[in-house]
């Protein structure tokens, strides 16, 4: 989309904040880079625009995807230039095959919409390099694998190319159809003979939802497998998961929507609890407007 594509709309949702908060004239208004720099959408407005929720900008805001300016209220405010940046950044993120640590160091190099972009070939994915030798380790076809997590080969065998990165439910499938942990197939670094993890050298997995971020809080081998979840609000993990154990999570602060079966969803806040057979399909998301923080326990430790 053009600068003056944008400028329409971008005018036409927000005319009142011009004329309040940058003061910019007709004549001014006239000059193109002028208008592509003036600062007068609301993120309300610029949500409706892209059609995704404020909560959705407000993360890429505290990934240091975009940086608006702010009124001396506190009240954020975007230019259409802005707009096409936050365009880019739904449209990779749509593609589900960049995460924001990719999309943050595709946009350092002044990327274009995909729409525009050159097709590439994917780069080696360590993690689906390292499921292919797991599963030929143990004399497995596509086939077998895909009736044991229950996905596709095709999508399997795309996985293991590194043409696309499965997010949490999906990796915990095949993770739990190799006879592996999370972790493990993550290549996080094996844990090793210690007591204490202090708070800044926990490992974090490098997972594809949007929005979580889980650290582990044990470093030798146990029969627990105790982390720290940090969800951002609107965003969880979404695709149901599944494996042998139990699961029990406490919620620090925020909130989250538990959902077991599918069906059954369970809200909980600050100090809430639960447990459930590891073997329910579960996920979670959070619906507030704070980041959720739980604290989650597997045994044995198969996630």
Same mark, same amino acid.
């Given at each position: 989309?053009?600068?003056? /594509?944008?400028?329409?709309?971008?005018?036409?949702? !927000?005319?009142?904040?011009?004329?309040? @908060?940058?003061?910019?004239?007709?004549?001014?208004?006239?000059?193109?880079?002028?208008?592509?720099?003036?600062? $007068?959408?609301?993120? !309300?407005?610029?949500?409706?625009?892209?059609?995704?929720?404020?909560?959705?900008?407000?993360?890429?805001?505290?990934?240091?995807?975009?940086?608006?300016?702010?009124?001396?209220?506190?009240?954020?405010?975007? /230019?259409?230039?802005?707009?096409?940046?936050?365009?880019?950044?739904?449209? #990779?993120?749509?593609?589900?095959?960049?995460?924001?640590?990719? +999309?943050?160091?595709? #946009?350092?190099?002044? +990327?274009?919409?995909?729409?525009?972009?050159?097709?590439?070939?994917?780069?080696?994915?360590?993690?689906?390099?390292?499921?292919?030798?797991?599963?030929?380790?143990?004399?497995?076809?596509?086939?077998?694998?895909?009736?044991? /997590?229950?996905?596709?080969?095709?999508?399997?065998?795309?996985?293991?190319? !590194?043409?696309?990165?499965?997010?949490?439910?999906?990796?915990?499938?095949?993770?739990?159809?190799?006879? @592996?942990?999370?972790?493990?197939?993550?290549? @996080?670094?094996?844990?090793?003979?210690?007591?204490?993890?202090?708070?800044?050298?926990?490992?974090?997995?490098?997972?594809?939802?949007?929005?979580?971020?889980?650290?582990?809080?044990?470093? /030798?081998? @146990?029969?627990?497998?105790?982390?720290?979840? +940090?969800?951002?609000?609107?965003? !969880? $993990?979404?695709?149901?998961?599944?494996?042998?154990?139990?699961?029990?999570?406490?919620?620090?602060?925020?909130?989250?929507?538990?959902?077991?079966?599918?069906?059954?969803?369970?809200?909980?806040?600050?100090?809430?609890?639960?447990?459930?057979?590891?073997?329910?399909?579960?996920?979670?998301?959070?619906?507030?407007? +704070?980041?959720?923080?739980? $604290?989650?326990?597997?045994?044995?430790?198969?996630?």
């Amino acid at each position: 989309m053009k600068h003056s /594509s944008f400028r329409r709309t971008f005018l036409a949702a !927000g005319q009142e904040e011009r004329t309040i @908060t940058t003061g910019i004239d007709q004549d001014q208004a006239g000059n193109e880079e002028q208008a592509a720099e003036a600062p $007068i959408l609301k993120i !309300g407005h610029v949500a409706s625009i892209l059609g995704v929720p404020t909560a959705r900008i407000r993360l890429w805001e505290h990934e240091r995807l975009i940086n608006p300016l702010r009124t001396d209220s506190g009240q954020r405010r975007y /230019s259409p230039r802005d707009l096409e940046r936050l365009q880019t950044i739904r449209d #990779l993120l749509d593609t589900k095959a960049m995460t924001l640590t990719g +999309v943050r160091e595709a #946009l350092s190099e002044e +990327v274009v919409p995909p729409s525009s972009m050159e097709p590439s070939p994917a780069p080696a994915d360590p993690v689906g390099a390292r499921a292919k030798a797991l599963r030929l380790q143990q004399g497995m076809s596509l086939r077998d694998l895909a009736k044991l /997590s229950g996905i596709s080969p095709s999508a399997l065998g795309a996985f293991e190319r !590194g043409l696309n990165k499965p997010n949490t439910g999906r990796i915990s499938k095949i993770a739990h159809a190799l006879g @592996t942990t999370v972790p493990e197939l993550l290549g @996080t670094a094996p844990p090793e003979s210690g007591t204490v993890v202090r708070a800044a050298e926990r490992p974090s997995l490098p997972l594809n939802d949007e929005g979580v971020t889980i650290e582990l809080l044990y470093r /030798s081998a @146990t029969a627990l497998q105790p982390q720290s979840i +940090v969800v951002q609000p609107g965003c !969880g $993990i979404r695709e149901a998961i599944t494996h042998t154990g139990e699961d029990f999570l406490v919620v620090m602060t925020g909130e989250i929507n538990l959902v077991l079966d599918t069906i059954e969803v369970h809200h909980l806040g600050p100090g809430d609890s639960a447990t459930f057979p590891s073997t329910r399909p579960h996920s979670f998301h959070n619906p507030g407007t +704070v980041p959720a923080h739980l $604290i989650w326990v597997n045994t044995p430790a198969t996630f």
